[in-house]
């Protein structure tokens, strides 16, 4: 399974196992810290990886014109 | 991009130990506020996003001026590497600002001076990136860019200044004066985790824009 799967799973888990525990402790405008919390966890994870699909995209597409230099 | 190296590795480590320690402690060891409940462990969040962004404009500033004396194209790269990470920030903080605004103050956004100022600030920065995107020629570009940089800083101060100069709802900046210990540590303890956080994109960002200039470079000798 790919990286960002991996951590889209336990990131939903995370998420989950936080509202419950903010339901059990009985916090009051649990919505606005768990999407507060979770937006920036979201955000910071989604940004890393984005950087990184980026990185391979161009990656590639210098290594293109490595192969086309060379093929002249 | 290439595989991540040692020192890259460790701090991208460190800095997700941290954002987990920071969120727990925020979340679980520090007690609710007296005043605003729960919702105040924004704070440990929202405050912190806030300070990065600021840094992340700062450094576009120091590397604008940098280039525009040099017209080394590192300091370009460095500069438009952070504005694009305070533009995540940014965005972090008005998010994050309009959920405690609607919890405290019964709306997701009024045309406070601190909001207002903070908008005009993205929105200078988000024009920044379209600048970058738009300009082909890469020393054009850079000058460019490097002028919107130091002109685009003046707004900074504003942002930061904004809630002691106009009558706002925006609480003034906390300090240690002004907060709780147990909360002071909380938000230490968070800012340095975005911290790291930020150092972590800022290598990886940096990487990305030399191999940006190296397509760049070889699709212009390739036409």
Request: with cysteine; glycine share 8%; charged share 15%.
């Amino acid at each position: 399974m790919r990286k960002w799967s991996v951590v889209s799973v336990v990131y939903v888990l995370a998420l989950i196992l936080l509202w419950v525990y903010t339901g059990r402790v009985g916090m009051e405008n649990r919505s606005f810290v768990v999407a507060g919390y979770g937006l920036t966890w979201g955000a910071l994870l989604w940004y890393a990886f984005r950087l990184e699909s980026r990185g391979r995209t161009t990656a590639h597409a210098v290594e293109s014109f490595e192969v086309e230099v060379t093929g002249d | 991009m290439g595989p991540r190296t040692v020192v890259e590795k460790t701090l991208g480590i460190l800095a997700l130990l941290s954002m987990m320690a920071g969120s727990y402690v925020g979340l679980r060891v520090v007690p609710a506020d007296a005043a605003q409940g729960n919702v105040q462990r924004l704070m440990y969040v929202h405050g912190p996003a806030a300070w990065l962004a600021f840094l992340c404009f700062f450094i576009v500033f120091v590397m604008s001026v940098l280039y525009l004396i040099q017209r080394d194209e590192r300091w370009d790269r460095v500069a438009a590497s952070s504005a694009e990470i305070g533009v995540v920030f940014t965005v972090l903080t008005l998010l994050l600002g309009m959920m405690w605004g609607k919890a405290t103050w019964g709306v997701f956004w009024t045309w406070d001076p601190r909001l207002t100022t903070t908008a005009i600030l993205l929105a200078i920065y988000v024009g920044y990136g379209a600048l970058r995107s738009f300009a082909e020629d890469e020393e054009k570009r850079a000058r460019w860019s490097a002028i919107v940089g130091v002109i685009g800083f003046v707004n900074v101060p504003i942002v930061y200044m904004s809630v002691t100069w106009w009558r706002t709802l925006h609480q003034p900046p906390s300090s240690p004066r002004s907060v709780a210990p147990d909360i002071l540590w909380t938000l230490m303890l968070n800012l340095a985790a975005f911290t790291l956080v930020f150092a972590y994109l800022m290598v990886r960002r940096i990487r990305l824009a030399k191999l940006e200039g190296e397509l760049e470079r070889r699709m212009a000798y390739n036409a």
